[in-house]
């Protein structure tokens, strides 16, 4: 089998290739920006499907923050750019689009959490252009085209990026054991998320290229929501510096618009298809560290 990852400079295509070499007798190409721009190189990137016909492709690439240009260029063109491509390889591969819960919008409980069912409100540029390149996922399959989609809620790991919270704790926490000041310097630490492993998200989108739906969008999630201030409590246990102190600051009036104030996801769909999360979230803060510490 050949299996082709987007996005290999990322931290999460990092955890899929990791789990796809120790699945064995598979030949995997990670692709990343600076093998080929998939937002202009369409050419290099047909030649590139044409010459490696993969079994299988994990479409991981994609851009988290920056202008509203730049997030629609990477996060939906590079989408669309892929998936034309895709048509022109014969036999035609499955494919696994990483999306993310963020489409959703806040909601859901406890006692009811978000199904994949629920309709897409998505807040901010990020979401919206997630939820974009979703759509051109959907027009795929309609076409024909073998593909499911994977909202992922919050994948915490090693090598996660320094742009994200958990990658913000580690590069902070591993700075004060260094020597800097004792304190933590965050925004509002109320909010309320799913966070899963980054190794158990790679196992659900492999599963999902394996014994998922056609045109399906599953939800890749924890199935249990904690508040940020959990999240750091969990961090400063881990820490090699004792009382360390936290400082927070308010939300700008953008930030308050777009972010996700409580979201609980439900995984039952991922469940029923025989996947379940096997690692804590102690356990992935704590790799996140162990590799912040060896980077730094």
């Given at each position: 089998m050949r299996v082709l990852i987007t996005g290999g400079g990322g931290f999460l295509a990092g955890h899929l290739l990791a789990q796809v070499r120790a699945t064995?007798?598979?030949e995997v190409r990670s692709l990343s920006r600076a093998d080929c721009d998939l937002s202009r190189d369409k050419e290099k990137l047909s030649a590139a499907l044409r010459s490696f016909q993969p079994d299988r492709i994990f479409h991981l690439a994609g851009r988290i923050n920056g202008a509203e240009s730049e997030l629609f260029r990477d996060n939906q063109l590079v989408t669309r750019n892929l998936l034309e491509s895709a048509t022109r390889v014969s036999p035609a591969p499955r494919?696994?689009?990483?999306?993310?819960?963020?489409?959703?919008?806040?909601?859901g409980s406890a006692a009811a959490p978000l199904s994949e069912d629920e309709a897409a409100t998505p807040r901010g540029h990020y979401a919206c252009s997630k939820y974009a390149a979703e759509q051109e996922a959907v027009a795929y399959a309609r076409s024909g085209g073998w593909i499911t989609i994977a909202r992922m809620s919050n994948p915490v790991g090693a090598n996660i990026s320094h742009a994200l919270l958990c990658g913000t704790l580690a590069r902070q926490i591993v700075e004060i054991e260094r020597g800097k000041p004792p304190i933590l310097t965050l925004r509002d630490l109320t909010p309320k998320r799913d966070f899963i492993s980054a190794r158990d998200c790679a196992r659900a989108l492999w599963h999902l290229a394996e014994v998922g739906s056609a045109g399906a969008i599953y939800n890749v999630?924890?199935?249990?929501?904690?508040?940020i201030a959990?999240?750091?409590?969990?961090?400063?246990?881990?820490a090699r510096v004792r009382r360390i102190g936290v400082k927070t600051s308010p939300r700008d009036k953008d930030e308050e618009r777009s972010s996700l104030r409580e979201q609980w996801v439900s995984n039952a769909r991922l469940l029923s298809l025989g996947w379940k999360p096997e690692e804590t979230m102690r356990q992935a803060i704590g790799d996140l560290l162990d590799a912040e510490r060896k980077r730094a």
């Open positions: 064995g007798g598979v494919m696994v689009f990483g999306s993310t819960t963020a489409v959703y919008g806040c909601g999630a924890a199935g249990n929501s904690i508040s959990e999240i750091v409590e969990i961090f400063l246990d881990l």
